[in-house]
């Protein structure tokens, strides 16, 4: 009986000493308590110079922006541009900045064009006439080497397209236009 209360006296001796050894200081609840408050006092205290220094590049980064919307728009006009002209048109301009420069970024002409659906074709040619007959774009499509451009498939882009085109009969001949001037 004796040896079973020696082991025990040495098995809680060995805990003690085993415990401070590998005893991590544990931070108490209310020290966690004032450390959290502290670090959401830094918190709210970082934000405020970074608050000053975006209201700072505020127009910076709208303008940014507003560049970055402009340069896609154009860059979309460019394309269907190029894709209506078609290669032949554009060699027209040679070397000639910035024709040369900007197209070189946007595509093959022949690629935009074999992309370029029907009514986008008559809406760019629209935005420069205002105002034609169905036989004056096709006559200009035509001019240009679009494949299989007829009256037929002109007139079903202008129903399929009707929030965009504007179709007015005078007489015989049917005029049509853009009914918005935006793209």
């Given amino acids: 009986m004796r040896s ?10 060995i805990d003690n000493v085993a415990t ?31 608050r ?9 980064y709208n303008r940014y922006v507003d560049l970055k919307g ?17 290669g032949e048109e554009l ?18 002409p022949d690629d935009l064009r074999a992309e370029l659906p029907l009514w986008r074709a008559v809406q760019e040619y629209l935005l420069i006439a205002g105002e034609a007959k169905v036989g004056d774009v096709q006559s200009f499509l035509s001019g240009l080497e679009f494949e299989k451009i007829g009256r037929q ?4 882009a202008l129903r399929s397209h009707g929030d ?11 005029y049509i236009s853009l009914k918005k001037q935006t793209i």
């Fill in 4 to 13: 079973t209360k020696i082991n025990i006296e040495a098995t809680n001796t």
């Fill in 20 to 50: 401070k050894v590998h005893h991590v200081d544990m931070p108490s609840t209310i020290d966690v308590l004032v450390r959290m408050r502290q670090r959401l006092e830094h918190e709210c205290a970082s934000l405020q110079p970074l």
């Fill in 52 to 60: 000053k220094e975006m209201d700072k590049l505020a127009p910076a």
């Fill in 70 to 86: 402009e340069i896609d728009f154009r860059s979309k006009r460019i394309q269907r541009l190029m894709g209506v002209l078609g």
């Fill in 91 to 108: 060699l027209e301009f040679g070397n000639v900045d910035p024709v040369a420069s900007e197209t070189n970024f946007q595509g093959d």
């Fill in 153 to 156: 498939a002109i007139e079903s």
């Fill in 164 to 174: 965009v085109f504007r179709v007015v009969k005078r007489g015989r001949d049917k």
